[in-house]
């Protein structure tokens, strides 16, 4: 069972970047979905979330209005989509998944199966 994040890298402020979190070993469909980031001396916040029905999202805050969550069920794959970068968006951004709630939880206690980590920085 493996979640592998890709897509981040060096991007100037008010720029895009796509985020992809692979599954393998299971079936990403029946598994709520969260973005987490974690900035330096910071702890890591929900970014935006996605709930095991597709019905439902979360997006902080901080991020709505620019960031979309998304997930391609033939890829086994979830996607984060993020626009018009901050620099207070540097951070590694990580993905999860799990079974304990079908919600779009932004709570990182609940999820089971998190990826590795793609740094994102944004520069201004």
């Known amino acids: 069972v493996q979640l592998q994040a890709s897509g981040g890298g060096l991007v100037q402020a008010g720029g895009s970047l796509r985020l992809s979190c692979v599954a393998s070993?299971?079936?990403?469909?029946?598994?709520?979905i969260g973005w987490f980031r974690q900035a330096p001396g910071k702890e890591r916040e929900g970014v935006s979330c996605?709930?095991?029905?597709?019905?439902?999202?979360y997006y902080a805050d901080s991020v709505k209005g620019r960031f979309t969550i998304s997930r391609d069920n033939a890829k086994n794959t979830v996607y984060l989509q993020m626009n018009s970068l901050r620099p207070e968006d540097t951070a590694v951004y990580y993905c999860?998944?799990?079974?304990?709630?079908?919600?779009?939880?932004?709570?990182?206690?609940?999820?089971?199966?998190w990826g590795q980590g793609t740094l994102v920085t944004v520069s201004s």
């Open positions: 999860a998944a799990t079974l304990v709630t079908g919600r779009a939880t932004p709570d990182p206690s609940v999820y089971e199966y």
């Open positions: 070993g299971f079936t990403l469909a029946y598994y709520a």
């Open positions: 996605l709930s095991s029905s597709g019905a439902t999202t």
